[in-house]
């Protein structure tokens, strides 16, 4: 039988449930965050405690007591203090930069926390920063100023090279790479790149000609490497590599530790097929390698890519601004772990993904795990697969009180549930079809948050239920009476009461 008692909160469930999930009232900030994010909560109401320096245990103890936790790179979000914080009110971990790696993103996931970041603040500070490495690496600029500071004077010893004319490789051409590209072609540089994701057509308009890899190291002159450390990133520059590039290359990292082989950098210095690094981030920080670290052509910074007070109080900003702009409604960005999520936050999306919740919570009456929704011709593609994670969470919210959009997938792939996006459009007359083992739900988007549930093949009170209506209007429950008293028809409307 179809428990009617469950359409009731149709209208409810979707965008409020959304919504609530990431309400955020105390937010604790540790790392020395800027004071910007303190003054961005705090202008919006938003209960603020900063710490920043805390023991593991004392982390532990004040975690489930706030909202949100907000840090830079110091503090290790593990799954320990993720796990420790969701037994309590934890909803959200804020990364004052870019890089999350110092997040447990997958137990984040896991227990529905959303994880964001401000991807703009610090683009500047990085993007000098490499750009200085690469100059001061071409005029062995360090070395020469620790010989004065010995009290030594030896020109010849220093030599460099010109930066004019020369081949600039940028592995990863988003933001950073992007305006490291731009500043080294004011230099005279020819930039060439690589990025799988980027198209070649995006990165021609700043003047970076995109080629295969294979292609690119034989010919560089200068590398630098812009990527997210990934199981397909790391280790990318390995001893391979240097064996296939030109005599003397240069090496740039600022981006992550592990991109970068450092044992294999350390044998291609050593041999002299790498004529310098500069490098900012490490495998293991701080770093156990002495020998790579104190090499005469090694240029070490200790992670100071983001380190500077622009950079800071722009990510202090961001990320404070954009927990307010969450919290009060107004978009989310900086999603790292749930685009669906972050589909809910636009105003285009926000309507299907609330009906999509609701198709998904009305179908779970059927309890079978092969489940899929057709989606509009317009939103295929990256649209579909948040619809249908949408609906994968509202399928599974009456069996687990806990899912919500961000942990949705993973707790469907432990049940053996998952949504398929169909290659057909959904039924005439509406938005989202979503289908469990042949049974058909429908529904329309009607305007805000009503809802316009339009298409029901399910067993209810002993009648086969097909292309009935029912409207939702503001997310106010619908009279139990008024639809029992429709039973009968074909088509029936319950009005909210």
């Given at each position: 039988?179809?428990?009617?008692?469950?359409?009731?909160?149709?209208?409810?469930?979707?965008?409020?449930?959304?919504?609530?999930?990431?309400?955020?009232?105390?937010?604790?900030?540790?790392?020395?965050?800027?004071?910007?994010?303190?003054e961005a909560l705090e202008s919006a109401g938003i209960g603020?405690?900063?710490?920043?320096?805390?023991?593991?245990?004392?982390?532990?103890?004040?975690?489930?007591?706030?909202?949100?936790?907000v840090v830079r790179s110091a503090t290790k979000v593990t799954?320990?203090?993720?796990?420790?914080?969701?037994?309590?009110?934890?909803?959200?971990?804020?990364r004052a930069g870019t890089g999350v790696d110092n997040v447990?993103?997958?137990?984040?996931?896991?227990?529905?926390?959303?994880?964001?970041?401000?991807?703009?603040?610090?683009?500047?500070?990085?993007?000098?920063?490499?750009?200085?490495?690469?100059?001061?690496?071409?005029?062995?600029?360090?070395?020469?100023?620790?010989?004065?500071?010995?009290?030594?004077?030896?020109?010849?010893?220093?030599?460099?090279?010109?930066?004019?004319?020369?081949?600039?490789?940028?592995?990863?051409?988003?933001?950073?790479?992007?305006?490291?590209?731009?500043?080294?072609?004011?230099?005279?540089?020819?930039?060439?790149?690589?990025?799988?994701?980027?198209?070649?057509?995006?990165?021609?308009?700043?003047?970076?000609?995109?080629?295969?890899?294979?292609?690119?190291?034989?010919?560089?002159?200068?590398?630098?490497?812009?990527?997210?450390?990934?199981?397909?990133?790391?280790?990318?520059?390995?001893?391979?590599?240097?064996?296939?590039?030109?005599?003397?290359?240069?090496?740039?990292?600022?981006?992550?530790?592990?991109?970068?082989?450092?044992?294999?950098?350390?044998?291609?210095?050593?041999?002299?097929?790498?004529?310098?690094?500069?490098?900012?981030?490490?495998?293991?920080?701080?770093?156990?390698?002495?020998?790579?670290?104190?090499?005469?052509?090694?240029?070490?910074?200790?992670?100071?890519?983001?380190?500077?007070?622009?950079?800071?109080?722009?990510?202090?900003?961001?990320?404070?601004?954009?927990?307010?702009?969450?919290?009060?409604?107004?978009?989310?960005?900086?999603?790292?772990?749930?685009?669906?999520?972050?589909?809910?936050?636009?105003?285009?999306?926000?309507?299907?993904?609330?009906?999509?919740?609701?198709?998904?919570?009305?179908?779970?009456?059927?309890?079978?795990?092969?489940?899929?929704?057709?989606?509009?011709?317009?939103?295929?593609?990256?649209?579909?697969?948040?619809?249908?994670?949408?609906?994968?969470?509202?399928?599974?919210?009456?069996?687990?009180?806990?899912?919500?959009?961000?942990?949705?997938?993973?707790?469907?792939?432990?049940?053996?549930?998952?949504?398929?996006?169909?290659?057909?459009?959904?039924?005439?007359?509406?938005?989202?079809?979503?289908?469990?083992?042949?049974?058909?739900?429908?529904?329309?988007?009607?305007?805000?948050?009503?809802?316009?549930?339009?298409?029901?093949?399910?067993?209810?009170?002993?009648?086969?239920?097909?292309?009935?209506?029912?409207?939702?209007?503001?997310?106010?429950?619908?009279?139990?009476?008024?639809?029992?008293?429709?039973?009968?028809?074909?088509?029936?409307?319950?009005?909210?009461?």
């Amino acid at each position: 039988a179809l428990p009617i008692s469950r359409a009731l909160l149709l209208g409810k469930i979707g965008l409020e449930l959304v919504m609530a999930s990431v309400d955020v009232q105390r937010v604790l900030l540790t790392d020395n965050v800027d004071v910007s994010c303190k003054e961005a909560l705090e202008s919006a109401g938003i209960g603020v405690e900063v710490r920043n320096k805390m023991t593991k245990d004392e982390l532990l103890d004040l975690v489930p007591n706030f909202d949100a936790l907000v840090v830079r790179s110091a503090t290790k979000v593990t799954e320990e203090i993720l796990q420790r914080g969701a037994e309590g009110r934890l909803k959200l971990i804020g990364r004052a930069g870019t890089g999350v790696d110092n997040v447990d993103l997958n137990a984040a996931t896991k227990l529905g926390i959303l994880v964001m970041n401000a991807p703009g603040g610090n683009t500047l500070s990085a993007a000098e920063h490499a750009c200085g490495l690469i100059l001061a690496l071409s005029r062995n600029t360090a070395g020469a100023d620790a010989s004065m500071k010995a009290g030594e004077w030896d020109r010849k010893k220093f030599m460099g090279v010109e930066v004019h004319g020369k081949t600039l490789v940028v592995l990863g051409l988003g933001r950073i790479g992007k305006e490291v590209a731009l500043r080294m072609q004011s230099f005279g540089m020819r930039t060439l790149g690589f990025d799988p994701i980027i198209p070649a057509e995006a990165t021609r308009e700043f003047g970076v000609d995109q080629m295969s890899v294979e292609e690119l190291y034989p010919i560089a002159d200068f590398i630098t490497v812009h990527t997210p450390l990934l199981p397909s990133t790391k280790g990318m520059i390995n001893d391979e590599i240097f064996a296939k590039c030109k005599k003397g290359v240069r090496i740039i990292n600022a981006a992550r530790g592990g991109i970068v082989d450092e044992d294999a950098l350390l044998r291609a210095l050593q041999s002299g097929q790498c004529g310098g690094a500069g490098l900012d981030v490490y495998a293991v920080e701080p770093p156990k390698n002495p020998p790579l670290i104190q090499h005469p052509k090694v240029i070490a910074c200790p992670h100071i890519g983001a380190s500077t007070v622009e950079g800071q109080r722009r990510c202090g900003g961001d990320i404070g601004r954009q927990i307010v702009d969450l919290t009060q409604r107004k978009g989310l960005v900086g999603a790292i772990n749930c685009p669906a999520l972050e589909a809910a936050y636009q105003p285009s999306l926000r309507p299907l993904i609330n009906l999509a919740l609701a198709l998904g919570k009305l179908a779970s009456v059927c309890d079978g795990a092969n489940v899929s929704v057709a989606v509009p011709a317009a939103r295929k593609g990256r649209d579909a697969r948040s619809l249908a994670a949408a609906v994968l969470a509202g399928y599974l919210m009456p069996r687990d009180p806990q899912v919500n959009l961000i942990n949705a997938p993973g707790i469907g792939k432990s049940a053996g549930v998952s949504v398929n996006v169909v290659d057909g459009l959904p039924s005439s007359g509406c938005d989202l079809t979503v289908s469990v083992d042949g049974k058909v739900f429908g529904g329309v988007a009607a305007g805000g948050d009503a809802i316009v549930v339009k298409e029901i093949c399910s067993r209810n009170l002993g009648v086969l239920l097909k292309k009935y209506v029912v409207v939702f209007l503001g997310g106010k429950e619908v009279s139990v009476d008024d639809v029992v008293k429709s039973v009968g028809s074909s088509s029936c409307v319950a009005a909210a009461r």
